[in-house]
């Protein structure tokens, strides 16, 4: 895999600005000069989670991209979300995802957080002294949201939240979590029965069990939120009680997907370079493997996989940023960047034959790194019948368009003053 920056392919030129070749270039640069000698590192210490690398990244206010200039932000919008996230996983899949694992909160914050919570959070956030996590998946339910069974009730003028989260990413590095829990008795629809809340990290009652090996992403950490009896004041609950669903879904929707679609594509550009790089080099008969039909035909498969699902990422994020209503693309670019990868990554394996199966070959990390972009944010399942609604034109709210970010971040909450 080349270490040389990149400048964007001319199939991008639609999507991007001249501060976007920036931000390009210095992602590249990062990514080169300050992942890739930690890389192996993590890939060498399964058991250890990463936390220099968030330092790093946090120096560079890259957790605050989408965040405004008001609140201390870089106020450079989705398309520059995918930008970094995108070249930093060419490089390493387990550094995008500690990044995009904060960028869905952050983004649930900027929607449906008060002007007094924005100002409360965010600038920590921008300033690299808050890390984030949402926490909505549960041992039992899964991803199904209206299967949540953590509660919280409410005590005078506190709530008090007890349950169990699993699969949270950063839930080693957060200093605070959003917390979706259900506040109502059984019987009301789930649309109302959820409520989202702000958890500091040292709240008491709030634990971390320790941090298991995953199959890949090694040094991310996604693990398990347990809280017992944890009371949080009033003022943190992050949204209106009752609009947990909402954010828990348009967080998923307009943050989840477009980042997974991101760090799938780093991870298929790392593929497609490794295995030309490879196949380059390789001498077979009177030439090297690259001069093989057979092998050819392969490759050209896994650029043209690359190349369509480079644009629909891009393209997705592109219409978010215009306000304009893009969920099914958002849908459409986590599930088809997932699958095309995850087919050119069995088809790396197969091309190097033996050779992919050495521990210490990347190909092997980009392998099981990829499988971590499929069950978040919704399986394939979920994609294809959210995408259904769309072929049958019963995706009546789109939250891409309800929550232009442009009108969500000029608005001061309902409480300023």
Same mark, same amino acid.
């Given at each position: 895999?080349?270490?040389?920056?990149?400048?964007?392919?001319?199939?991008?030129?639609?999507?991007?600005?001249?501060?976007?070749?920036?931000?390009?270039?210095?992602?590249?640069?990062?990514?080169?000069?300050?992942?890739?000698?930690?890389?192996?590192? *993590?890939?060498?210490?399964?058991?250890?989670?990463?936390?220099?690398?968030?330092?790093?990244?946090?120096?560079?206010?890259?957790?605050?991209?989408?965040?405004?200039?008001?609140?201390?932000?870089?106020?450079?919008?989705?398309?520059?979300?995918?930008?970094?996230?995108?070249?930093?996983?060419?490089?390493?899949?387990?550094?995008?995802?500690?990044?995009?694992?904060?960028?869905?909160?952050?983004?649930?914050?900027?929607?449906?957080?008060?002007?007094?919570?924005?100002?409360?959070?965010?600038?920590?956030?921008?300033?690299?002294?808050?890390?984030?996590?949402?926490?909505?998946?549960?041992?039992?339910?899964?991803?199904?949201?209206?299967?949540?069974?953590?509660?919280?009730?409410?005590?005078?003028?506190?709530?008090?939240?007890?349950?169990?989260?699993?699969?949270?990413?950063?839930?080693?590095?957060?200093?605070?979590?959003?917390?979706?829990?259900?506040?109502?008795?059984?019987?009301?629809?789930?649309?109302?029965?959820?409520?989202?809340?702000?958890?500091?990290?040292?709240?008491?009652?709030?634990?971390?069990?320790?941090?298991?090996?995953?199959?890949?992403?090694?040094?991310?950490?996604?693990?398990?939120?347990?809280?017992?009896?944890?009371?949080?004041?009033?003022?943190?609950?992050?949204?209106?009680?009752?609009?947990?669903?909402?954010?828990?879904?348009?967080?998923?929707?307009?943050?989840?997907?477009?980042?997974?679609?991101?760090?799938?594509?780093?991870?298929?550009?790392?593929?497609?370079?490794?295995?030309?790089?490879?196949?380059?080099?390789?001498?077979?008969?009177?030439?090297?493997?690259?001069?093989?039909?057979?092998?050819?035909?392969?490759?050209?498969?896994?650029?043209?996989?690359?190349?369509?699902?480079?644009?629909?990422?891009?393209?997705?994020?592109?219409?978010?940023?215009?306000?304009?209503?893009?969920?099914?693309?958002?849908?459409?670019?986590?599930?088809?960047?997932?699958?095309?990868?995850?087919?050119?990554?069995?088809?790396? *394996?197969?091309?190097?034959?033996?050779?992919?199966?050495?521990?210490?070959?990347?190909?092997?990390?980009?392998?099981?790194?990829?499988?971590?972009?499929?069950?978040?944010?919704?399986?394939?399942?979920?994609?294809?019948?959210?995408?259904?609604?769309?072929?049958?034109?019963?995706?009546?709210?789109?939250?891409?368009?309800?929550?232009?970010?442009?009108?969500?971040?000029?608005?001061?909450?309902?409480?300023?003053?």
């Amino acid at each position: 895999m080349s270490a040389t920056p990149t400048p964007p392919p001319p199939s991008l030129r639609p999507y991007l600005t001249a501060r976007h070749d920036l931000l390009w270039q210095e992602a590249d640069a990062f990514a080169t000069e300050q992942i890739a000698p930690r890389a192996s590192r *993590m890939e060498a210490a399964p058991g250890k989670v990463e936390r220099k690398a968030a330092d790093l990244m946090a120096a560079r206010g890259w957790f605050a991209i989408t965040v405004p200039a008001a609140f201390g932000g870089l106020d450079g919008g989705h398309v520059a979300r995918a930008i970094l996230i995108h070249r930093i996983a060419r490089v390493s899949a387990a550094a995008a995802a500690i990044l995009q694992a904060t960028l869905i909160p952050v983004g649930a914050l900027l929607h449906f957080a008060t002007y007094e919570q924005k100002g409360r959070w965010l600038p920590r956030v921008a300033d690299g002294s808050l890390l984030l996590s949402i926490a909505v998946t549960e041992p039992l339910a899964g991803g199904h949201i209206g299967g949540i069974a953590t509660t919280a009730e409410r005590t005078n003028h506190e709530w008090v939240i007890n349950g169990s989260k699993i699969h949270i990413g950063n839930s080693h590095l957060a200093g605070a979590h959003l917390v979706v829990a259900r506040t109502s008795r059984p019987g009301v629809s789930t649309s109302q029965a959820l409520t989202a809340f702000m958890v500091e990290a040292d709240r008491p009652g709030l634990s971390v069990p320790r941090h298991q090996t995953a199959l890949g992403l090694h040094g991310f950490s996604a693990g398990r939120l347990s809280l017992d009896h944890v009371r949080v004041p009033e003022d943190n609950v992050v949204g209106e009680v009752g609009q947990g669903l909402a954010v828990a879904q348009s967080s998923s929707i307009l943050y989840g997907r477009p980042n997974l679609a991101a760090v799938s594509l780093g991870i298929h550009e790392a593929i497609v370079d490794t295995t030309t790089t490879r196949l380059k080099t390789r001498p077979r008969y009177r030439g090297t493997l690259s001069d093989l039909p057979v092998l050819r035909d392969r490759v050209g498969a896994m650029e043209a996989r690359l190349r369509a699902g480079r644009i629909l990422a891009y393209q997705a994020v592109h219409l978010l940023d215009q306000g304009l209503p893009c969920d099914a693309d958002l849908i459409n670019s986590k599930y088809l960047g997932h699958q095309w990868a995850a087919q050119s990554a069995q088809d790396a *394996m197969e091309l190097h034959g033996a050779h992919a199966l050495d521990s210490e070959y990347v190909l092997q990390r980009l392998w099981r790194d990829i499988q971590h972009t499929y069950p978040p944010a919704g399986t394939g399942e979920i994609q294809r019948i959210r995408l259904a609604d769309a072929a049958f034109d019963e995706d009546d709210l789109q939250w891409s368009e309800r929550l232009a970010a442009e009108a969500a971040w000029a608005r001061p909450g309902p409480t300023a003053a």
